[in-house]
C-alpha cells in the first residue's frame, strides 16, 4: 500500500501524522509527504517563487518530523503550482492507494470564495481521499 499526505504549507498538522501512523502500523504502507508551492506563474507573484516554495518544503520536513518520531519514514516532494492538481499527479505518479489530508480550516465564507483543497481533491480524485479533522474540531451544537 502507498499513501500520499499532502502537507499543508503554513499550517502544523500533528493529527494529521498520526492518523497516517496509525495506518502504517495497521497496513505496512509506504508513505510520501507532498506540498505544492500554489505558484501558477511566477511573474504575478507578489514575492519570488522561493519564498512559496521554502514554506511548502517546511511543511512536508514537519509532517515528515512528526513521522519519524512514530518511526514512520517518509519521502518528501515539493512541487510546482496548484495544489489539488500538483497532488493528484503526484499521486498517480506514485501510485498511491490513498491521499490523506488535513480539513480545512478557513471559515466557510472563505471556503466559498477561495476554494478548499480536501473538498477539491474529494471531488477531483479517482483515488481514496482520507480528510483527517483535528480532534478539537467541533462538528456542531452539543
Do not use: C, N, Y
Request: charged share 20%.
Amino acid at each position: 500500500m502507498r499513501i500520499v499526505v499532502a502537507a499543508k504549507p503554513d499550517a502544523d498538522q500533528p493529527w494529521v501524522a498520526d492518523a497516517v501512523t496509525s495506518l502504517v502500523k495497521q497496513t505496512g504502507a509506504s508513505v510520501a509527504v507532498v506540498a505544492a508551492d500554489e505558484i501558477q506563474l511566477e511573474r504575478l507573484a507578489s514575492v519570488p517563487r522561493t519564498v512559496f516554495t521554502e514554506k511548502a518544503r517546511a511543511a512536508t520536513e514537519r509532517m515528515a518530523r512528526h513521522l519519524a518520531a512514530a518511526a514512520v519514514d517518509a519521502e518528501t516532494a515539493v512541487l510546482p503550482g496548484r495544489a489539488v492538481p500538483a497532488i493528484l499527479d503526484f499521486a498517480e505518479k506514485q501510485g498511491a492507494d490513498l491521499i490523506v489530508v488535513g480539513s480545512s480550516s478557513r471559515p466557510a465564507v472563505a471556503e466559498r470564495l477561495l476554494g478548499s483543497v480536501p473538498l477539491d481533491l474529494l471531488k477531483h480524485s479517482s483515488r481514496p481521499v482520507l480528510v483527517v479533522t483535528h480532534p478539537h474540531h467541533s462538528t456542531g451544537p452539543s
